[in-house]
Nanobody, 125 residues
Framework: QVQLVESGGGLVQAGGSLRLSCVAS????????MSWFRQAPGKEREFVAG????????YYADSVKGRFTISRDNAKNTIYLQMNSLKPEDTAVYYC??????????????????WGQGTQLTVSS
């Protein structure tokens, strides 16, 4: 399995921007499709964005489409989530995830093989 460590969370005002990073180790990073999920208090963990192994194709939840951008740098074993126009409802713990089937972008928790420890994002109104 691949080990994942997120960073970049914090407190930001509504309308602001932040970039999350996730560094992978342990396996060949470029073999894995990757995603970001988030979990707000009292809610289920939900898919936010995903990217294929080579980075050519991305997927987004409707709630973040047009505001968030996922990308990856396979030379650095890192994926990113650029978040713009943040809203209070974006407040959650954000998790980096590697697909259980390395070829498929994980868009449900059942398809995730490895999770990071999470990083907290709080958006104030």
């Amino acid at each position: 399995q691949v080990q994942l460590v997120e960073s970049g969370g914090g407190l930001v005002q509504a309308g602001g921007s932040l970039r999350l990073s996730c560094v992978a180790s342990g396996r060949t990073f470029s073999d894995y499709a990757m995603s970001w999920f988030r979990q707000a208090p009292g809610k289920e963990r939900e898919f936010v964005a995903g990217v294929t192994r080579g980075g050519a194709t991305t997927y987004y939840a409707d709630s973040v489409k047009g505001r968030f951008t996922i990308s990856r740098d396979n030379a650095k074993n890192t994926i990113y989530l650029q978040m713009n126009s943040l809203k209070p409802e974006d407040t959650a713990v954000y998790y980096c995830a590697a697909g259980k089937d390395s070829r498929l972008v994980p868009r449900t928790t059942q398809r995730v093989g490895s999770w990071g420890q999470g990083t907290q994002l709080t958006v104030s109104s």
